[in-house]
């Protein structure tokens, strides 16, 4: 018997929800704005295009669907199934985040307010998703069909780390390891057969995704260099500020892995953390002695 398939709406809280728990009043929330010479009425607009889309969205699944909804905040603690269809309604960064708690799920990324965001990630506008549901909710060809294989979809590169106790931890932009608060990081790096022991503001490990945001700035300042693909099966990496000094080095500060490459980074440090994709509050600790390994991830990230 074929499991239900459950629609999984993905939002985040709008900026006036968190105006309004930090103010706890329209007023007061208003006089706020007003001293930085902003007006509620655009936070108000833009928390109702949110809302709206989210309606939209969610009476958009089939009554034979089930239907579960999940804030940003709480993803760490919800578990998806493999038979789940992740609606996301937001920002790509919201596409990003949810990504490292999913297992090859389908996503279909949302975009509330076209021409606001890039729309690397949330592609579709709002009056799309009823079409593409409707696909995807249509009968199969036989038993044996994979499900919604015929829709068309992105298969996007991850990256994930494993630590030596089996932690391990995946991002869909980017990896960064380092200091908690972006200063010296001591490690020894290992990478192609050749290592070097490093002092530096901490190691940013890149997907094609991840090539349009924080790497994308390191490879501009350091005059240009090739980034992989969002469907290449390959990361960008690179080494902030290394420091050269009689035991540190600076020779290895930058590289392409490819599928079966790693970075393996020894710490010898007392506390360095790794998280993915800005969500710092959601990390790995290591310590002095640990092994990270970093590299392409076996998961991919299935984006209608």
């Not at 208003?30 to 949110?50: K, M």
């Not at 200063?183 to 002092?199: F, H, I, K, M």
Request: charged share 25%; aromatic share 4%.
């Amino acid at each position: 018997m074929a499991l239900r398939t459950r629609a999984v709406l993905v939002h985040r809280r709008t900026e006036l929800d968190e105006l309004l728990d930090r103010h706890a009043t329209r007023g007061q929330a208003e006089f706020f704005l007003r001293t930085r010479g902003r007006t509620l009425a655009d936070v108000e607009a833009r928390h109702d295009a949110a809302a709206t889309a989210r309606k939209v969205v969610a009476a958009s699944v089939p009554s034979d669907w089930a239907l579960a909804e999940v804030e940003r905040a709480d993803l760490d603690r919800f578990l998806f199934a493999p038979e789940d269809v992740v609606l996301v309604v937001g920002q790509d960064g919201l596409v990003a985040n949810v990504a490292k708690y999913l297992d090859r799920q389908l996503v279909i990324g949302v975009d509330p307010e076209p021409g606001t965001n890039l729309g690397v990630l949330v592609r579709h506008d709002v009056s799309d998703v009823a079409g593409i549901i409707g696909s995807l909710a249509a009968p199969r060809g036989g038993a044996n069909e994979a499900p919604f294989a015929s829709l068309l979809h992105d298969e996007l590169t991850m990256v994930h780390a494993r630590l030596d106790d089996g932690q391990e931890l995946h991002a869909v932009n980017e990896l960064f390891l380092g200091h908690p608060s972006h200063q010296s990081a001591r490690y020894l790096l290992g990478v192609d057969g050749g290592t070097e022991r490093q002092s530096s503001s901490g190691l940013i490990v890149s997907t094609g995704t991840g090539a349009t945001g924080w790497c994308a700035s390191i490879a501009h300042d350091r005059g240009g260099r090739r980034l992989p693909g969002p469907t290449d099966p390959a990361l960008a990496w690179f080494v902030r500020e290394a420091w050269p000094s009689p035991v540190t080095g600076v020779t290895m500060t930058e590289g392409v892995l490819g599928g079966g490459g790693e970075l393996v980074v020894t710490v010898q440090s007392d506390r360095l953390v790794v998280f993915g994709d800005g969500m710092e509050a959601d990390r790995l600790e290591v310590s002095w002695g640990q092994e990270v390994r970093i590299g392409v991830a076996e998961r991919r990230l299935r984006l209608v």
